[in-house]
Nanobody, 127 residues
Framework: QVQLVESGGGLVQAGGSLRLSCAAS????????MGWYRQAPGKQRELVAT????????????NYADSVKGRFTISRDNTKNTVSLQMSSLKAEDTAVYYC????????????????WGKGTLVTVSS
């Protein structure tokens, strides 16, 4: 019963910035991987960024697609089970539906190794 709710999508001008947020709910204790994928019109869904947390090392490791490195920053708050994507220097090519992604969820009653997806939030970059 894990649910992901995205927010922050909208219309921005090229060169501008936008921040996406995603909140996971469902009696969650911890989450391994959180991130964002996107699907542009006429294109396949692709990885944008992920951030993996390790309870063993108490560290978080981000991973970015080459197309967004240096422009996007992913972060997470493990106390709130949220993940955010700060997007800067936006380009028209960034226009897409952005989907929140979660993998490896420990709840109060079970562990799930499934992938979970949000419904998506539309980001439109005008040029």
């Amino acid at each position: 019963q894990v649910q992901l709710v995205e927010s922050g999508g909208g219309l921005v001008q090229a060169g501008g910035s936008l921040r996406l947020s995603c909140a996971a709910s469902g009696s969650i204790v911890s989450i391994n991987v959180m991130g964002w994928y996107r699907q542009a019109p006429g294109k396949q869904r692709e990885l944008v960024a992920t951030i993996t947390s390790s309870s063993i090392t108490s560290s978080s490791r981000p991973n970015y697609a080459d197309s967004v490195k240096g422009r996007f920053t992913i972060s997470r708050d493990n106390t709130k089970n949220t993940v955010s994507l700060q997007m800067s220097s936006l380009k028209a090519e960034d226009t897409a539906v952005y989907y929140c992604y979660v993998h490896g969820v420990l709840t109060t009653t079970y562990y799930s190794g499934k992938d979970y997806w949000g419904k998506g939030t539309l980001v439109t970059v005008s040029s």
